[in-house]
């Protein structure tokens, strides 16, 4: 037996890495400094969007884009049952209603036809935003929901947390490159260490949208300024001093750090050769379990591989299986209805069938660079010989 444990994903910190962030340990700053706007401007060039805003994590990121868009408890917003719990949460956090919308079996990914049925059945302006999920490298056709959206008067926060370098193939067909905003009005990445780009916690929004960008930039701290703005006229007699600041908003301390940022930028110059790396794991999975009674995630062109998910009959039995060779294989996700919470609000069991059937048998299989081919070749003989 492998002694060594293998997960189903980890970070790769290289000595760069290690270089870049103790630089900044020993600079003049570690929380707010110069290194955040740099690392924005390089995500920004590397993804194709006009703006980033840093911050703690993805959930940050996701619940200060509900506040930009102004989500409110009379906001209704649609999302896939298949994801983190944070694509819908950021909803709940602003007082809006979450309305599940069920997968195509094909792609994992929200099914447009039942967006499109469930929006039908409501007057226009009865849903306000709909969330699409880029669900494990693959990426969604945000060009379809961006029409549809216009459609029904709905923005798109595009949750793009497993597909930075991914991109999909638009109606002329151009890359479009996943998170870049064209279609979307605001895209989301985390940098959780088992995600492309690692910082230990943190995350990126970006957006084009320059008002979008401001009021983010604004609630990322507290929704506080140090210039003088729009209450200056009443503060004339204490707003003279260099000490100045004034609260406009409230917002919260989403901030990343310089540290962090400086791991980021050091990550950033390695995603694309990461990425290869991942492509090359997901075609040696391919052709192994080619033949076998596996079945093998869908894959299209512009896939980022963040999982590698097969799906089998006997799921229970392989994943005790690989942990006791020390495969440490994970479940991507318990469908975010079933979670008590939510069913408290209503949602049940059969709600989703597709997205149930798939849980039933699906599991994430170690996918990361730094995975040798010894490594993975211990994964599949392990998986084939059971």
Same mark, same amino acid.
């Not at 195509?104 to 302006?125: C, M, Q, S, Y």
């Given at each position: ?26 600079? /003049? ?72 919308? /069920?997968? /195509? ?211 229970? /039995? ?69």
């Amino acid at each position: 037996m492998n002694s060594k444990i293998i997960p189903y994903g980890r970070q790769t910190i290289s000595e760069a890495d290690i270089e870049a962030v103790v630089s900044v340990l020993k600079s /003049d700053f570690l929380t707010q400094g110069p290194t955040i706007p740099i690392f924005e401007e390089k995500f920004s060039e590397y993804i194709g969007s006009n703006y980033s805003v840093a911050v703690s994590n993805g959930t940050a990121a996701l619940h200060l884009c509900a506040m930009a868009l102004g989500v409110n408890n009379k906001s209704r917003v649609i999302t896939t049952p298949l994801t983190f719990a944070a694509s819908a949460n950021c909803i709940r956090y602003c007082g809006g209603e979450v309305f599940f919308v /069920d997968i /195509d079996p094909n792609t994992f990914l929200l099914d447009i036809n039942k967006v499109r049925a469930l929006l039908e059945k409501h007057p226009k302006g009865y849903f306000q935003g709909i969330i699409p999920v880029d669900f494990a490298g693959n990426t969604i056709d945000l060009e379809a929901f961006r029409k549809l959206a216009d459609e029904f008067g709905c923005w798109i926060i595009e949750d793009a947390c497993h597909a930075p370098g991914g991109y999909f193939i638009d109606s002329k067909n151009k890359k479009q490159k996943c998170g870049n905003s064209i279609f979307a009005d605001l895209a989301i990445f985390s940098f959780h260490p088992v995600k492309h780009i690692a910082t230990g916690e943190g995350g990126m929004i970006t957006t084009n949208n320059k008002e979008f960008y401001e009021k983010l930039i604004l609630l990322r701290t507290h929704g506080i300024v140090k210039e003088q703005n729009k209450y200056k006229n009443n503060f004339d007699d204490i707003a003279q001093g260099g000490w100045y600041y004034e609260m406009q908003e409230l917002g919260y301390n989403y901030r990343l750090t310089d540290f962090q940022a400086a791991l980021g930028i050091s990550q950033l110059t390695r995603a694309d050769k990461n990425l290869e790396r991942r492509k090359t794991l997901a075609k040696r999975y391919d052709t192994a379990f080619s033949n076998s009674k596996i079945i093998k995630p869908p894959s299209f062109e512009g896939n980022a591989y963040h999982l590698y998910v097969i799906q089998i009959t006997n799921r229970l /039995d392989l994943y005790n299986h690989l942990r006791e060779n020390n495969i440490f294989p994970q479940v991507h996700y318990v469908p975010v209805h079933l979670m008590p919470y939510y069913q408290q609000l209503g949602h049940k069991k059969g709600d989703y069938p597709m997205v149930e059937a798939y849980y039933e048998k699906c599991l994430s299989i170690p996918m990361y660079p730094s995975l040798s081919n010894e490594e993975q070749e211990h994964v599949i003989q392990t998986i084939l010989k059971f």
